[in-house]
């Protein structure tokens, strides 16, 4: 089953683990190169930032590539109050998952609820979001899905909006839910430094 071999992928991926501010940190190192780094919070042990970094084909070290978790904003200590403001209003695309479902936060979308469209193109494998008065429009894909090989449900998809965000919810199937709560009891094997007094690589 394709959830079991990424399972075992990463259960046989070298691992540090690093304890700090109330946060698990993990970092994973796979036998073709590719790290992901991982933070969990440490009571519930819900994911907070998932993030990837691979090697350019000369070799180099590639910057992290964030799948899960918020943004931090790009070289806002370089802009002035103006170029700040104007950035802010823009719309901000972030994922944050619950135990049960992933999720997708939209922020700075004004418009209400009746404006939006969200579905599933079973075709690109990937959620569509577009507004009526076409405004926004949003393509992206379910990477948890497509490593487990698993289909795309429309009837484990729904939204709603508040406070000028968009909040898009995809279910999880039973196989990622298994499949995630397998890795955390892999997870607590794993030697974890506390505070400063071990070196992970996820910093």
């Known amino acids: 089953m394709a959830v079991t071999g990424w399972l075992e992928s990463l259960r046989t991926a070298q691992k540090t683990a690093l304890l700090q501010d109330g946060r698990r940190k993990v ?5 073709d190169g590719k790290e992901m780094a991982e933070e969990y919070d440490e009571k519930t042990s819900e994911l ?3 993030k990837w970094r691979v090697k350019s084909a000369l070799g180099a070290m590639g910057q992290w590539q964030l799948e899960v978790g918020d943004p931090a904003p790009l070289g806002a200590g370089n802009l002035g109050p103006e170029l700040i403001k104007e950035s802010n209003a823009n ?3 972030m ?7 992933f999720q997708w ?3 700075n979308l004004p418009y ?7 579905c599933v193109d079973q075709k690109e494998r990937c959620i569509i979001v577009r507004t009526t008065n076409k405004k926004y429009y949003k393509k992206f894909s379910i990477p948890d899905l497509d490593r487990h090989q698993l289909p795309l449900d429309d009837a484990l998809l729904s939204f709603a909006h508040a406070n000028c ?6 279910q999880k199937p039973k196989e990622v839910v298994v499949a995630e709560s397998e890795l955390q009891k892999e997870l607590k094997k794993v030697k974890t430094a506390h505070g400063n007094d071990g070196d992970c690589k996820t910093q």
């Open 27 to 31: 970092h994973y190192l796979f036998p």
């Open 91 to 93: 719309p901000i695309f």
């Open 48 to 50: 907070l930032v998932r």
């Open 165 to 170: 965000t968009l909040i898009i919810s995809y």
């Open 95 to 101: 994922r944050k998952d619950t135990k049960m479902s």
């Open 112 to 118: 209400p609820k009746d404006v939006y469209s969200v």
């Open 105 to 107: 936060r939209i922020r």
